[in-house]
């Protein structure tokens, strides 16, 4: 049957499976040592949609004119289902239990990689798969389709073994979904192809870093050539051998371009293919990025991807436009969040899977190491030891706090609780370059029990001139807020990208003239942690809300932050009237408790950091959530994995249960309209989904449908709020306004 269609508007199916064969070998090269041809991915490639013969799909595809005609789940009716067919023939074809693999693939690759038992298994049992394969059979399909043309399964091979097993499918996985994906978008829309290839080299990155930071203009002042070293030392390291790195650089030491040289000089003399860039918070990503683009301006504005908050529609409300909005990562450098990383690497969703081979030979920089979540800590360790043995990755860990995560002081043998093999230093001496870069005093409380009222905070921070006051939620924020003299500014997640942008370039535009004398007016702001990890403000004074000692160092880190100051900073730590939420941030605290009772010395020595990850790791579950057990093969003779439940265990943030809403910040209103209008029409789009990122905030789903039932929100795509037009809704100094604002998901998006 060769002239069956793979989609509507004449593609041929036989076409689109030898494509999508030949890219996902392709995109299997770096890990997978089989003859290209012959690979796992070129058979899954050519399998994937061997039920799209069925007689009834081909009626339907033929009459539909619709873009979504092919994709499961859009289609009504038993005949029209396919992916079980290709999943039934490798079970056939290969010799057990080698074929379970491709049926993983091929039966996931619309709605996501399944639990084998309790899923995937029975759906394969079924009679109406069993129907689907022999009504695709009955069609005689053309003989190069059905070929296994040799290939012998070699279960040796895998990457890792059978620790490695579930890391290398959901590669494989990858592999497949990114190729259907590029096969269908080449035929609906010939142009994209083309305009994905417009991302500069990253040896021409590295030439126009290198000139940017010769031109830069350098201040003789002792920070600026400590600054110098850091970023020397960096250049010279990265002729090392590929592997795990730690960069230990106090705040303020110009860690972020000093990474980046590291990155760009060790992809170059490695041959590594892209850097991927991950932060901790969306409130600095935007930053970052922003940053990035500055070097490389000379390059033109499509220099990298910016991918956090992306509003991934569910695998059951997959469209042609949602498949074609996702990220795929084919850049040379991305800027994203811990949250899109390690979701992405643990997810079973195709959207989410979708980028994973382009991990292979890259560089990861992982800024603010020490916010890597506690709970989760041990199968990201796994992973990460996963993709530098057999991916050809380079992992660099940056922090100010944390030493390496390879210390066996953090984790119990006894428990098989495992660290990072051979992460080396990029700094020579650390201890040095700390005590020279030491710029506050902290004052710590009296005593640690009896909290501080909001109302005496907010009376302490009103007898200064210019104060930063950090706590760790959103509700304390406004609460304090609310206390405060009225022009008393504001930060927290519930602003968006762009109002929060806004709002810091106006504190660094203030903090500015303050020194230089042009401005005599008061400079306070209330804020939530997320200006305490990247962003460049840096105040005389900072009071910090009791949290983690890591928290504090970072807090620490925007106060004299330059060394401009003729003495030292002031970070004042105090406890305030509501412990921090329940989870890793309240043991934090507590961890800090433990270790900084009755300390004398400097709060902030590094020696103390040691004594305090420990604490605080041995109070926490390092897999909490049984992630590494679901991964493992239960039964060897099925290579049982739970791919799906442990990609439900896989959530960074708290409350999964979050939404995202485009909300109406007024200064950039019109530009706003602009794009909704584009969505309306046109629907999502990579590019347009990136604007859109700027104007977004995250609140519970729950808090979102009741302002959706009440006409405040509306929902344009599954997913994706937006505020209409209601008043007051958008605060032009708080953000939004949800009836309830206590939500704030964890660390990583407040």
Known sequence: MSDALAHSGGHLLVAHLETVAQLAAEFSNGFDAADPVLRWAYLAGLWHDMGKYRPGFQRYVRLADNPDSHIEGKVGGREKTHSAAGALWAMQQLPKPYGHVLAYLIAGHHAGLDDWDGGLKERLQSE???????????????????????????????????TGFALWVRMLFSCLVDADFLDTEAHFDAGKPARREGFPTLEQMRGAFNTHMAAMPVMDTPVNTLRADILRQCRTQAALPAGFFSLTVPTGGGKTL???????????????????????????????????????????????????????????????????????????????????????????????????????GSVIVLDEAQQLPPEFLLPILDVLNLLVKHYGVTVVLCTATQPALNSTNYFDASKNLRGLENVREIINNPDALFEALK?????????????????????????????????????????????????????????????????????????????????????????????????????????????????????AGRCNREGRMDGKGRVVVFVPPERPPLGHLRKGADACISTLRGQAHDPLARALFDRYFKEFYHSVNLDAKGVVQKL??????????????????????????????????????????????????????????????????????????QMLAQGDLALPMPGLYVQVNAENLYDPMLGLKPDDDVYNPSGFAI
């Open 439 to 555: 710029r506050v005093d902290v004052e710590l409380p009296p005593e640690w029990i009896t909290p501080t009222a909001w109302a005496d905070v907010a009376t302490q921070l009103s007898d200064e001139d210019c104060v930063l006051a950090i706590v760790n939620t959103r509700k304390a924020a406004r609460e304090l807020q609310r206390l405060m003299p009225a022009d008393t500014l504001h930060l927290s997640a519930l602003m968006c990208g762009a109002h929060r942008k806004d709002v810091i370039t106006h504190i660094k535009e203030r903090l500015k003239a303050k020194r230089e004398g042009r401005d005599h007016r008061p400079l306070r702001v209330v804020s939530t942690q997320l200006v305490e990890a990247g962003v460049d403000i840096d105040f005389p004074v900072v009071y910090r809300a009791l949290a983690g000692l890591d928290s504090i160092a970072q807090a």
């Open 258 to 360: 000093s990474s980046l040289a590291f990155a760009l000089e060790h992809a170059q003399i490695h041959g590594k293919r892209r850097i991927i860039y991950a932060i901790p918070y969306t409130s600095i990503i935007e930053q970052t990025a922003d940053v990035f683009r500055n070097v490389f301006k000379a390059l033109g504005d499509e220099v990298l991807i910016e991918h956090h908050s992306q509003a991934d529609a569910a695998s059951t409300d997959e469209t042609m436009r949602s498949r074609l909005a996702c990220e795929n990562w084919d850049a040379p450098l991305v800027v994203t969040t811990n949250v899109q990383l390690f979701e992405s690497l643990f997810a079973s969703k195709t959207s989410r899977c979708r980028k994973l081979h382009n991990l292979v």
């Open 632 to 705: 493992s093969i239960s039964d060897p003779r099925t290579l049982s994995v739970q791919f799906r439940a442990a990609a439900e265990a896989f959530r960074l943030i708290d409350d999964a249960d979050s939404a995202t809403v485009v909300v109406r910040y007024a200064e950039q209103g019109e530009e706003i309209e602009k794009l909704l209008g584009i969505l309306a029409a046109e629907g999502p789009q990579r590019w347009l989904m990136r604007k859109l990122q700027r104007y977004t905030v995250s609140i519970h789903k729950r808090v979102a449908d």
């Open 128 to 162: 109406d798969s069993l129907v689907e394969l022999k009504e695709a059979l009955d069609t005689n399909p053309p003989a190069n389709v059905l070929s296994v043309d040799g290939f012998v399964p070699d279960g040796k091979s895998i990457p890792g073994g059978a």
